[in-house]
């Protein structure tokens, strides 16, 4: 039976993948077509091959934007597009009523936003999000919605506004280069790549953007007269610098090697290059003594009792890290000095302005061959963001839902609250792992460690173990795809510890700047003890996330997703297998499936709406049905007022004619009720003119209504006619209608017309069972 179900499973599968295949391929056939999907949710079906066809027909026809729901996707092309980008182009955009008809461009969202922070009654903070993999384009992306806002935030009317834009942008546009110098670096991916996250504050009063906040910096190329002082010869070669033409650093180029020493086996020697004299070089730069630098890099001390102090020898390895931590020290400290002096040159006084655009540039998701500690810090800000758009997405829609007054049922989305849970869980997450094994002091085992993340968190399906693996690591499962970390070095990576000895060093430096980094900052906690509590990587990178994802879910975003379309960065190239690896990474697909999935959940409640709106044009249609049964009711009671008032006086002269000849019971005349002595069964006729609507009425409806000569008779007697009389003529030769005529002779004449009422139903009535008379038909009396 197992066996069965299984196969019909599998069959049904195999029907369903056959028939997305079927789907895909007729969605593919139309390849004239494709590159006009302005919006890739228009795709169906939404699968990875249908929207990469689409995104490559698009850039084949030189179109770079397009809207993936709430997103936009930008491609780079790698060269200028000529206009692209142009006055003309920000204007037409900024001055559309309705820029979201417009073709997509990085434009809308620039202005979308805008919209939303200037024109508000309450205006709402908005965060514009651009992500992408190194050299998709962000920072390109960036400085253009940085030229947009700096340019049509310009009221053209004042000439002193115009200046202070121009002002303003020059500030705002120019830091960028400084930035980009200190914090970019040539990579095999970029040759400009970011080195680092951005967030930018354009902080707007009511009419223009007054200034920029960011989180980094740097310099750029130096002058001769620097490069002299800088002792930055050009014909030299830096390890870390590859590229001649960029910054110099000697520090990188101070290189070690062991040497074999008789007291002590395997002392290592600084060997400085006498030739170069790159350690000479950075102590001069540095401010620092060049033997105390040497002896920092050369020597650990330790303590050994209160007083004393030993000091080891480092290993050749143990040297560079040493090296490398200086130079990072000082470059951390630098960096957040640069930044503070741009922002402190460009930032506004809280009182002056009131809301702001915040512009995040981050890092893409990164999968490599080799993960560590970085990738993994990388990965989770993404795994965030993600949980960001997707929370802010759903949320957006179910608001749209609400206020619309529409029943809704939540979307099923694929949350990624377990991945983080898995990265930033307490007490047992990777981090809170990794900083608990940092805090025990002790040499860090990778093998040890691996088992200890097994053991804690197992119970988790977003992690998996590879024990095959020569490395210990372990594979995260990420929103984007599944990535497996390297355990080796991570922990010393957390550390990131800082040397003392490199610290006093730099606290006795001849340079201003240097000691002004390094006064506050000290190795020993308050009483002197020991080391200060160590504030691990992952630590200090969780609490700038958790106040950046502060600022942006009090903001409004808006996404950008850039793509790299080839790895080489050659202009209007587009490689298949880069950019589907870059769709899956950045959650396009994903993106597309939670546009889609509201789209349905719009169907439906649109279905619901239709149904709400058959149900209004049913009770429409009742209420029209009353409403005419109502207006007949009201056409024949009128009707029957006319005729009463109208029988009323030919009748009051019929009687008194008829008083003079009494034929029937003086006791019965009272109005409507008599009893006819020529009967043989007496017939009492309640009021006339219901007596007159019996007689009138059609033989088959009414079951107690006389036929024939009764009717004839009861006519008569309700009109109080003499049954004798030869006054008057009845015919009623058309019993099946009722009384056709009475005339009155020869004084005066009554003519009856009975004719079929024009009303729909008014000669049927509802079963003989209810006893009811109905089939009024309309009686029209005329005097002749
Ligand atoms: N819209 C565009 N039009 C023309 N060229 C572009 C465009 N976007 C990007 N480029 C080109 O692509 C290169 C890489 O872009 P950019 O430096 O913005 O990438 P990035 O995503 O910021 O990379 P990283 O993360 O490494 O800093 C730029 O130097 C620029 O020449």
Not at 248 to 274: A, K, Q, W, Y
Not at 635 to 657: G, P, Y
């Amino acid at each position: 039976q197992a066996n069965g179900a299984q196969q019909t499973a599998q069959s049904s599968c195999q029907s369903l993948d056959a028939s997305l295949e079927e789907e895909v391929k007729a969605f593919l056939i139309n390849e004239d077509e494709l590159h006009t999907y302005d919006d890739l949710t228009k795709v169906s079906p939404v699968t990875p091959s249908t929207v990469l066809k689409c995104l490559q027909a698009r850039y084949s026809a030189k179109v770079f934007y397009t809207h993936a729901g709430c997103t936009l996707v930008a491609l780079n092309p790698f060269q200028p597009i000529p206009h692209l980008y142009s006055l003309d182009v920000m204007k037409e955009y900024h001055c559309a009523p309705q820029p979201q008809e417009f073709k997509p461009h990085i434009f809308i969202v620039a202005e979308e936003a805008y919209r939303n922070v200037q024109g508000q009654v309450e205006p709402t903070n908005q965060s514009l999000v651009v992500s992408g993999e190194s050299g998709a384009g962000k920072t390109w992306t960036s400085r253009c919605l940085m030229k947009y806002y700096a340019t049509i935030a310009a009221p053209s009317s004042s000439q002193k506004c115009q200046d202070t834009v121009e002002r303003i942008e020059r500030r705002v546009l120019d830091s960028n280069p400084i930035m980009e110098a200190f914090g970019n670096a040539s990579t095999l991916r970029n040759n400009n790549s970011s080195r680092f996250g951005k967030y930018i504050q354009l902080q707007l009063d009511r009419c223009v953007p007054f200034m920029l906040l960011s989180e980094n910096s740097m310099m750029k190329g130096a002058t001769e007269e620097q490069r002299l002082e800088w002792k930055m010869q050009c014909d030299r070669q830096f390890n870390w610098l590859p590229n001649s033409r960029f910054l110099n650093f000697h520090m990188g180029s101070c290189d070690f090697s062991e040497m074999e020493n008789v007291i002590l086996p395997r002392l290592v020697t600084l060997h400085v290059f006498p030739q170069t004299g790159f350690l000479q070089n950075t102590a001069d730069l540095l401010g620092v003594p060049s033997e105390e630098l040497e002896a920092c890099l050369r020597l650990r001390s330790l303590r050994a009792g209160k007083q004393s102090v030993v000091l080891k020898p480092c290993s050749q390895a143990e040297c560079s890290v040493r090296r490398d931590c200086l130079a990072k020290l000082i470059y951390a400290h630098v960096f957040d000095w640069l930044v503070a002096c741009i922002n402190k040159s460009m930032c506004a006084d809280t009182s002056r302005w009131c809301n702001f655009i915040g512009l995040l540039d981050v890092y893409g998701f990164e999968c490599f061959t080799s993960n560590n500690l970085e990738q993994l810090c990388i990965n989770y800000a993404n795994e965030k963001l993600q949980q960001h758009f997707v929370a802010h997405y759903l949320k957006a829609q179910q608001e749209d839902y609400v206020s619309e007054g529409l029943a809704w049922s939540f979307i099923q989305y694929q949350d990624n609250q377990s991945c983080l849970d898995l990265i930033e869980g307490s007490p047992a997450g990777v981090f809170s792992l990794l900083n608990e094994e940092c805090r025990l002091n002790r040499p860090s085992d990778a093998k040890q460690f691996r088992m200890r993340l097994e053991k804690e968190l197992s119970s988790n399906a977003c992690v998996s173990w590879d024990k095959f693996s020569r490395q210990p690591d372990f594979t995260v499962l990420h929103y984007a795809g599944k990535v497996s970390y390297q355990i080796e070095g991570m922990m010393e990576k957390n550390k990131d510890p800082v040397p003392p000895e490199l610290v006093h060093l730099l606290q006795q430096s001849q340079d201003s700047l240097l000691q002004s980094f390094f006064t506050e900052h000290s190795t020993e906690d308050s009483s002197g003890r020991g080391p200060s509590k160590v504030v691990t990587v992952v630590s200090k990178f969780k609490n700038s996330l958790e106040s950046l994802m502060k600022i942006l879910h009090s903001t409004t975003p808006h996404y950008t997703r850039c793509i790299k379309p080839n790895p080489d960065c050659r202009p209007l190239t587009f490689k298949k297998e880069e950019v589907i690896n870059q769709l899956e990474a950045c959650g396009i697909v994903e993106t597309i499936n939670i546009s889609a999935a509201g789209f349905p959940i719009r169907v439906h409640l649109h279905s619901a709406a239709i149904y709400i709106f058959i149900s209004a044009v049913r009770l429409w249609l009742v209420r029209r049905e009353v409403l005419r049964w109502r207006r007949a009711a009201t056409v024949i009671q009128r009707c029957w007022r006319k005729w009463k008032s109208l029988a009323e006086t030919e009748l009051d002269d019929v009687a008194n004619i008829e008083a003079e000849t009494p034929v029937y019971d003086p006791t019965l005349r009272e109005r409507g009720s008599v009893q006819l002595s020529t009967c043989q069964e007496p017939v009492m006729v309640r009021s006339w003119p219901l007596g007159l609507a019996l007689a009138s009425a059609p033989t088959i409806t009414v079951a107690v209504t006389a036929c024939g000569f009764q009717k004839v008779v009861s006519l008569m007697t309700c009109l109080k006619l003499s049954f004798r009389s030869t006054d008057y003529k009845v015919e009623t030769n058309q019993f099946d209608q009722g009384v056709a005529s009475i005339r009155a002779q020869p004084q005066e004449s009554i003519k009856l017309h009975l004719q079929r009422s024009p009303l729909l139903y008014a000669d049927m009535y509802p079963g003989r069972k209810t006893g009811g008379i109905t089939g009024f038909n309309q009686i029209l009396l005329e005097k002749t």
